[in-house]
Every structure is written in C-alpha cells, then in structure tokens.
C-alpha cells in the first residue's frame, strides 16, 4: 500500500472522529518533520554507512517477512482472545452492582 493511501486513511479516519482540520493539519507537520529530520541527520551523522545499515535492515525483513507477520498476527489474536475473556470473566461482578 503506498503511503500516501496511509494518509488519506488516516486522515479520512481524523474527520470520521471529529478531529478538527487545525489540529490535524499540524500534527502531521510536526510528526513529518520530526521524521524527516531524523532521517536527515542520521544521513548527515553517518552518511554512507547509514545507507548500508537501512540496506541490511532491508534484506533482513525480506528475509523473515512471513514469520514476523505470522507473529503480529499471533500477538494480536492471543491480545484480543485475552481481553474478550477478561471482560467476559469480569461482565458478571459488574452487573450484581458491586464495586
């Protein structure tokens, strides 16, 4: 998915959630020059070994790709199993009115 669809999803997302323009227009300034200034700096303060560091980076998640998702996937399925059963447990003590 291309990142610019990211930031229409999210900001598409803002207005279903009443977040006003304002307040989203400069969130994304701010987050974006946080990232990009990071990314600058770490251009400026290691130059051509930080290419090569991103490049590793790079080949070692095509290498995992399939396991790393597999795990977020397990991560968030055992999560959300964890939560249903919490509030499924805790449902009956909440309705009897006792706190």
């Given at each position: 998915?291309?990142?610019?669809?990211?930031?229409?999803?999210?900001?598409?997302?803002?207005?279903?959630?009443?977040?006003?323009?304002?307040?989203?227009?400069?969130?994304?300034?701010?987050?974006?020059?946080?990232?990009?200034?990071?990314?600058?700096?770490?251009?400026?303060?290691?130059?051509?070994?930080?290419?090569?560091?991103?490049r590793q980076v790079d080949r070692w998640f095509g290498t995992y790709r399939i396991p790393l998702?597999?795990?977020?996937?397990?991560?968030?399925?055992?999560?959300?199993?964890?939560?249903?059963?919490?509030?499924?447990?805790?449902?009956?003590?909440?309705?009897?009115?006792?706190?």
């Open positions: 998915m291309p990142w610019a669809d990211l930031d229409a999803i999210k900001i598409a997302t803002a207005g279903v959630f009443g977040i006003p323009y304002r307040r989203m227009a400069l969130t994304l300034i701010v987050a974006r020059g946080l990232r990009y200034t990071f990314w600058g700096m770490l251009g400026i303060v290691y130059g051509d070994e930080a290419m090569a560091m991103l998702i597999l795990t977020v996937v397990a991560a968030v399925a055992v999560s959300v199993a964890a939560i249903y059963t919490y509030r499924r447990l805790r449902a009956p003590a909440d309705a009897s009115g006792a706190r």
